[in-house]
């Protein structure tokens, strides 16, 4: 069973992704389910994919969202050859920023874009990409024994000299760090510079240009899929079988990591009339879309995250489906607009992050955070996903308040991991 | 009331629904060997269950006497088994063509109706199970129909559509080491008599009824029809104590009597007057310019 | 395999002819999956796997945590596998020709045809080979729900599922395994999920916990052994579990290590 990096052994008889790169020695001793961020050395071939590593829990290839702390939270990062699927909160504000953050971190590590929307023109999302904190100067920690260390390299993380025994521990990154080379931080009122654009590789997908004429109806009754589905299948298979990512010409050139990522889709603007009706014709055409994606992920050097706008879809059963059928489910639940904005719990934060699914992918376990209550807000510099706290108790109306509130939000974020049921207890302690 | 239709066999068709948790076939196959017993000749179509499965634990003597229509190995014709049961061979024509004319009584069992109602629609569904039980046919009279039902698998729209086309309808209910069978039967009169009962199936599938309650005793427990009234019809007894003894103000009793007499004895009242300066006292008598 | 399992579910030598469910409700259930799959190759059963939703080395990785090599199962005629996921990018995007023997042909029409070429694919990889030695033959599907999602109703997924046990069960005395992942809002796949629960002798439920998350206890299975024979009653029985690399560990309800 011959791991990723072997791009000679890549022949298109097996199927090599999400496979994890060849163990070397394993340090691990303990079980899984303790939480430390030990950095198994994986000595053997590794693949110099830029942008990548493995993963610490099973060795999988691991690329980056482009936001730091998403990417612990999902234990890491999103592994390649999988799918993520963000539920866009009510304005899609936050969803389509996330978009944004991962293929701004796609053309920082130079791997190649396919971008696909029917609302926006592709060319017009990619203008307006994040720009990256590459001049950054590192800021110092809080804690005061990290202000001894001398100068910082690269992985900070390295180079503590007295707090030696916190190197490793794994925190929530919510601080700006220099930049490493896995994940980086970006600037939303910045945009990317047009040097910088050019040198990615990127391909588009706009719905609306690609209005349906003759051919297309006598190619689509062979496979009959709704058309704008099947064209937007095409364009990516198309896509990743001439760029070599399915393991067709291995010896083009060095590896690459293809990005796709998908704009709302299953809303009306792609034809499809499950977010608008009650009882909709379309009832298989999503899920047959993403089922047929997840064969052409698994078995190329790519990732893909689409948001779909759950919030309108009427038919739950539909919803339940295409999150069977995707990896990595998140939801994102803004403040915007509802009364939470005004709840002083929520005072401090844009809104909560559900993950509502992380995969198991070649092992029984999971590596995503045991946090569940997590909230997230935006700053110029930085997107943070943290644990939600309790504001500190100042008066005496607002812990009873907070009390029923956090049973309402345990309610909502129990279901987590896939592990759990929707918790009707609130449990005190 | 349960007893006495599985030992006389209840007319027309009776359908037993039961769930995932409380299986229902140990009853129908009770119910098979009552029929067996009566010397009925029956006919069992089976679509969930292959024969092993369906007979096993039953008597091997009388499962011998049963004629089975395999519907499960085939029901489609992917096969092309010319002996087994399709499911469009569930039509009145067909099923008779393969009844024949024993000329006995015949009961015919369907395991399950819920196969049957996931495939075709309610209605032809409907019409059949009539078409087969309500007429006489040539050579065995009037048909009887046994047919098992898996109630958690339709809406209960549809159950109760269905209860009203059948005759009877028991329904597996209940936890425990006792099964719990809600039985709803309705005579060829129209009437319609419902019961609970508590029930064990024996090893040797006679039924031990443990407690009956049917809507005959429930006429004991009548409803109170002045329960939950906004007034009062009736009195407590304090109620009705304080109400004897509220002193009436027009009524002369003994009391207001003796008072009276005894102040009767005081000096005679007076009038005690005081002029107001308002008052325009004259002491002449206007009547006195009359002249009469 | 997981030992524990092995012990709570009877252990013994395989019995044949019986139908098992895994139903997950809102959780993981792979891990009872690759319980039954190492279990049934270390017996030495011929197994044919339809896996619908992972790719082979997802499988195989997990396999060989378990003790059991996949490839070599496969290599020697052993172990008939069927990628799902391949099947259907081969049927979108290969040749014309290739399609029609293809299994997963029914995803040509819009509205889903019946799985029948999906049965016949069951049939040819279980036929006894000519000459050899004829083991007892197992069924696995993985999930069940996604034919669902693909566009069969649910009337063709049963007929589908009947298919299959009166040919492996009934005809060939083997058995068949399912799962299906699935929720009590998606009525379909409920339909379909009671409807096999009724068919079948032996059903494992895993689900989350009632209370909500916990890092120790990942959730509970339920098992119920369907009765047997006439007369019998259901028998059920709970635990809760916790997952780790390799196994999978069992306790009773409210005893967790991490309790105790």
Redesign the interface.
Do not use: F, I, V, W
């Given at each position: 069973?011959e791991g990723l990096p072997q791009c000679t052994a890549l022949r298109a008889g097996?199927?090599?992704?999400?496979?994890?790169s060849n163990q070397g020695v394993n340090c691990r001793e303990m079980?899984?389910?303790t939480e430390t961020s030990f950095r198994r050395k994986v000595r053997g071939k590794l693949p110099a994919i830029r942008g990548t590593r493995p993963s610490v829990h099973?060795g999988q290839l691991l690329l980056s969202t482009g936001v730091p702390s998403l990417d612990h939270v999902l234990g890491g990062g999103l592994a390649v050859g999988t799918l993520l699927l963000i539920e866009e909160d009510t304005y899609s504000t936050y969803s389509n920023l996330l978009l944004k953050y991962f293929l701004a971190e796609g053309v920082v590590n130079g791997h190649e874009i396919y971008i696909a929307s029917a609302s926006e023109d592709p060319a017009n999302i990619l203008k307006d990409l994040p720009a990256p904190l590459t001049d950054e100067m590192p800021k110092p920690d809080d804690r005061k024994s990290e202000k001894q260390t001398s100068g910082f390299t690269e992985d900070p993380q390295e180079t503590m000299k007295i707090a030696w025994r916190y190197q490793n521990m794994a925190k929530v990154e919510s601080l700006p760090m220099s930049s490493t080379r896995f994940g980086h931080y970006y600037d939303i009122s910045k945009t990317i510079s047009p040097e910088m654009l050019q040198t990615a590789k990127s391909h588009s997908f706009y719905w609306p240009g690609t209005f349906l004429n003759q051919e297309d109806s006598l190619l689509c009754s062979?496979?009959?899929?709704t058309c704008d589905y099947y064209r937007l299948?095409?364009s990516i298979?198309r896509v990743i079988h001439e760029g070599g990512y399915d393991g067709s010409n291995p010896q083009k050139r060095q590896k690459n990591i293809l990005r796709i990522g998908i704009q709302s889709l299953g809303s009306v603007l792609w034809g499809d009339d499950i977010c608008s009706s009650e009882h909709p014709q379309n009832?298989?055409s999503l899920?047959?879309f993403l089922?047929?994606l997840?064969?052409?992920l698994?078995?190329s050097l790519s990732t893909c995250v689409i948001t779909v706008p759950a919030h309108l879809i009427q038919n739950?059963?539909i919803m339940?489906?295409v999150r069977?059928?995707s990896d990595t489910v998140v939801g994102l639940e803004s403040f915007i607009g509802s009364e939470k904005e005004t709840n002083p719990l929520y005072k401090d934060y844009h809104g909560l992050l559900h993950v509502h699914q992380v995969p198991?992918?070649?092992?029984?376990?999971c590596d995503a955070s045991?946090t569940?209550d997590l909230a997230f807000k935006l700053k110029r510099k930085l997107f943070a996903i943290e644990r939600l706290h309790l504001p500190p108790d100042l008066s005496d109306t607002v812990s009873r308040l907070s009390k029923q509130d956090l049973a309402g939000s345990?309610k909502l974020l129990?279901?987590?991991?896939?592990?759990?049921?929707?918790?009707?207890?609130h449990?005190d302690f | 009331m349960l007893q006495e239709l599985r030992t006389t066999g209840s007319p027309g068709i009776t359908i037993i629904s039961d769930s995932v948790l409380l299986p229902g076939r140990d009853l129908l196959l009770s119910f098979i060997l009552a029929s067996l017993q009566r010397g009925e000749q029956l006919h069992v179509i089976a679509f969930d269950v292959s024969r092993e499965d369906f007979f096993a634990g039953f008597p091997g003597e009388f499962a011998s006497r049963v004629t089975f229509h395999d519907g499960f190995s085939d029901p489609l014709g992917w096969e092309s088994d010319p002996s087994a049961f399709t499911r469009d061979d569930f039509t009145v024509t067909s099923i008779m063509k393969r009844v024949g004319r024993p000329e006995l009584p015949v009961t015919i069992v369907l395991d399950s109706l819920s196969w049957i109602l996931a495939r075709i629609p309610l209605t032809s569904v409907c019409h059949t199970l009539l078409g087969l039980t309500a007429a006489p046919h040539e050579g065995c009279g009037k048909l009887r129909m046994l047919a098992l039902l898996h109630g958690d698998l339709h809406s209960p729209a549809l159950l109760g559509s269905l209860s009203t086309v059948v005759d009877t309808f028991l329904d597996v209910r209940g936890s425990g080491e006792h099964l719990h069978v809600c039985v709803r039967h309705r005579r060829k009169t129209g009437k319609v008599i419902s019961s609970g009962e508590e029930l064990r199936i024996l090893d040797t599938f006679a039924l031990d009824i443990m407690m009956h309650r049917d809507s005959a005793t429930r006429k004991e427990n009548e409803v109170d029809p002045t329960k939950d009234l906004t007034f009062n019809l009736r009195l407590s007894d304090t109620e009705r104590e304080r109400k004897e003894s509220a002193a009436l103000p027009y009524v002369f009793s003994s009391n207001k009597k003796s008072s009276l007499l005894s102040s009767s004895s005081s000096s005679s009242a007076k009038i005690y007057y005081d002029p107001d300066p308002a008052d325009d006292v004259d002491d002449e008598d206007p009547d006195d310019d009359l002249d009469v | 395999m997981f030992p524990e399992l092995n012990s709570l579910l009877g252990g013994g030598t395989v019995q044949q002819g019986k139908v098992t469910l895994v139903a997950a409700r809102r959780t993981d259930g792979n891990f009872l999956l690759h319980h039954f799959l190492s279990s049934y190759l270390r017996a030495g059963c011929n197994v044919c796997f339809l896996g619908l939703v992972q790719s082979f080395s997802h499988y195989n990785i997990i396999a060989q945590k378990l003790g059991v090599n996949l490839v070599l199962a496969r290599g020697e005629g052993r172990l008939v596998f069927l990628e799902g996921l391949r099947s259907c990018t081969d049927l979108l995007f290969g040749k014309k020709e290739d399609g029609d023997t293809n299994p997963l042909r029914f995803l040509r029409c819009r509205d889903g045809s019946d799985l029948r070429p999906l049965y016949d694919f069951v049939c040819a990889s279980l036929a006894p080979p000519s000459g050899g030695s004829w083991r007892c033959p197992v069924l696995i599907v993985d999930d069940v729900g996604v034919l669902l999602s693909l566009g069969a109703t649910a009337a063709q997924v049963l007929d589908f599922m009947q298919y299959c046990r009166a040919h492996v069960c009934c005809k060939h005395k083997g058995n068949v395994l399912c799962l299906i992942r699935g929720d009590s809002e998606d009525e379909e796949n409920e339909l379909v999920m009671k409807s096999l629960w009724h068919q079948s002798n032996l059903v494992l439920q895993a689900e989350g916990l009632p209370t909500g998350f916990c890092k120790d206890v990942h959730g509970q299975l339920t098992i119920t052994w369907r009765a047997a024979a006439a007369g019998e009653r259901d028998r059920a029985e709970l635990y809760q579990y916790k997952i780790q690399d390799k196994s999978v560990s069992f306790f009773a309800r409210g005893l967790s290590a991490a309790v105790l």
């Open positions: 069973m097996c199927s090599k992704m999400a496979a994890p079980s899984a389910g099973n062979s496979c009959e899929m299948l095409e298979q009832l298989h899920t047959r089922y047929a997840r064969g052409l698994r078995t739950k059963a339940l489906r069977n059928l198991r992918l070649n092992s029984l376990t045991d569940k345990a129990s279901s987590g991991c896939g592990t759990a049921a929707a918790g009707e207890k449990l | - | -």
